[in-house]
T-cell receptor, first 115, second 114 residues
Framework: NAGVTQTPKFQVLKTGQSMTLQCAQDMNHEYMSWYRQDPGMGLRLIHY???????DQGEVPNGYNVSRSTTEDFPLRLLSAAPSQTSVYFCASSYEGPQGSYEQYFGPGTRLTVT | AQTVTQSQPEMSVQEAETVTLSCTYDTSENNYYLFWYKQPPSRQMILVIR??????QNATENRFSVNFQKAAKSFSLKISDSQLGDTAMYFCAFMPDEGNQFYFGTGTSLTVIP
């Protein structure tokens, strides 16, 4: 299994440009999430999905869109990039295991710089 | 709302010594899960240890163990026999039983000194 993959690893955008961060998992996990990591702030949840066709907002959703047309893929779209979106973005997937336990599997991250 | 607090931004420990990282959380939930994740310079997030709130016994994984105090809402991580490879950022995380949202602390940067 490849686990959780993210592309690209690095990206530089100009203010106002749009782009899509790709995330895919091959573990058939129901749950997928997007986080952003900023210095001194830990990881903050942007959007999450509990299954194909179902998405919901997390703590910091503004400026981002997501969709979940398949179990495997969960792309994150920046509609009009702003310097405040400069961050490292992590995608994660998880499943409900025995006794309700969860474990999140993280992708390697995408470092995004908006100038 | 759930919050997770890590009050030690940076810590250091001598190789082979023991170090304890602190984490407190605030929740009104009765059932939940707690996690410690390690993030080395490679940036990859790695699960270190997990604790179910309904289990009174503290979780252990080799050199890593937790001190879970449910009434105090405290979840500290003890690393024994510290190794150079333990140098990393460590994040405490909380997940309520209902739903799949994780809440992370701001992290503790641990340096193991040779």
């Amino acid at each position: 299994n490849a686990g959780v993959t993210q592309t690209p690893k690095f990206q530089v955008l100009k203010t106002g440009q749009s782009m899509t961060l790709q995330c895919a998992q091959d573990m058939n996990h129901e749950y997928m999430s997007w986080y952003r990591q900023d210095p001194g702030m830990g990881l903050r949840l942007i959007h999450y999905s509990v299954g194909a066709g179902i998405t919901d907002q997390g703590e910091v959703p503004n400026g981002y869109n997501v969709s979940r047309s398949t179990t495997e893929d969960f792309p994150l779209r920046l509609l009009s990039a702003a310097p405040s979106q400069t961050s490292v973005y992590f995608c994660a997937s998880s499943y409900e295991g025995p006794q309700g336990s969860y474990e999140q599997y993280f992708g390697p991250g995408t470092r995004l710089t908006v100038t | 709302a759930q919050t997770v607090t890590q009050s030690q931004p940076e810590m250091s420990v001598q190789e082979a010594e023991t170090v304890t990282l602190s984490c407190t959380y605030d929740t009104s939930e009765n059932n939940y899960y707690l996690f410690w994740y390690k993030q080395p310079p490679s940036r990859q997030m790695i699960l270190v240890i997990r604790q179910e709130a309904y289990k009174q016994q503290n979780a252990t994984e080799n050199r890593f163990s937790v001190n879970f105090q449910k009434a105090a809402k405290s979840f500290s991580l003890k690393i024994s026999d510290s190794q150079l490879g333990d140098t990393a950022m460590y994040f405490c995380a909380f997940m309520p039983d209902e739903g799949n949202q994780f809440y992370f602390g701001t992290g503790t940067s641990l340096t193991v000194i040779p």
